[in-house]
């Protein structure tokens, strides 16, 4: 299984919503990620977890909290978003080190604010 | 610092070569290559580290050049289903991915 899952595929939220992205990997990953991309841009990264733990926040604001349940699952949380966060939101995995770090991408949550 | 892609955009005919830069100011000590098509997720293409071989992958093959901080992908005999966005990413600690080179290729 080299799959990465992201539910759902695709989201509308108004401003004062509460909402969650969810990833899930079978792969045995240790590290996994967060990207944000704009339409005609290059996924921004967001956050990593490595050994389920926190290791960088790209100074992400604090309406985007993510959460890292256990080596398999990855969630973002999402609270009082604005417009702009509108964008694709994707999650990878890889291993940790060297040649291993390619990224597997799941398919991504279309994220639309209104 | 984001890696600087060039070029931004190429269209080919099939069968046509191509080939895309990924440019750094800092030291590179290893290259990502992705693809991206329209709607779907960055695949990976490969991986180079410093001091490794050029790498292929059917007829898309990429090399590094240290002293230059280059890193370029070759794509060779073209084909319809290489269309799409390639990234090429540098690992600073986390990946940073450049803006993309968008590639058509036509019939």
């Known amino acids: 299984d080299t799959e990465v899952t992201q539910t759902p595929k695709h989201l509308v939220m108004g401003m004062t919503n509460k909402k969650s992205l969810k990833c899930e990997q079978h792969?045995?990953?240790?590290?996994m990620y967060w990207y944000k991309q704009k339409a005609k841009k290059p996924p921004e990264l967001m956050f990593v977890?490595?050994?389920?733990?926190?290791?960088i926040n790209e100074s992400v604001p604090s309406r985007f909290s993510p959460e890292c349940p256990n080596s398999s699952l990855l969630n973002l949380h999402l609270h009082a978003l604005q417009p702009e966060d509108s964008a694709l939101y994707l999650c990878a995995s890889s291993q940790i080190g060297g040649e291993e770090e390619k990224l597997f991408f799941g398919s991504g949550t279309q994220l639309s604010v209104l | 610092q984001q890696p600087v892609q060039s070029p931004q955009a190429v269209i080919l005919r099939e069968g046509e070569d191509a080939v895309i830069n990924c440019s750094s100011s800092?030291?590179?000590?290893?290259v990502h290559w992705y693809r991206q098509k329209h709607g779907e997720a960055p695949v990976f293409l490969m991986i180079?580290?410093?001091?490794?071989e050029q790498k292929g992958h059917e007829k898309i093959s990429a090399s590094f050049n240290e002293k230059k901080q280059q890193s370029s992908l070759y794509l060779t005999a073209s084909q319809l289903s290489y269309s799409g966005t390639y990234f090429c990413g540098l690992q600073y600690g986390k990946l940073i991915f450049g803006q993309g080179t968008e590639l058509s290729v036509k019939p």
């Open positions: 792969m045995g990953h240790r590290a």
């Open positions: 180079l580290l410093k001091g490794g």
């Open positions: 977890y490595s050994y389920e733990k926190l290791s």
């Open positions: 800092k030291a590179l000590y290893s």
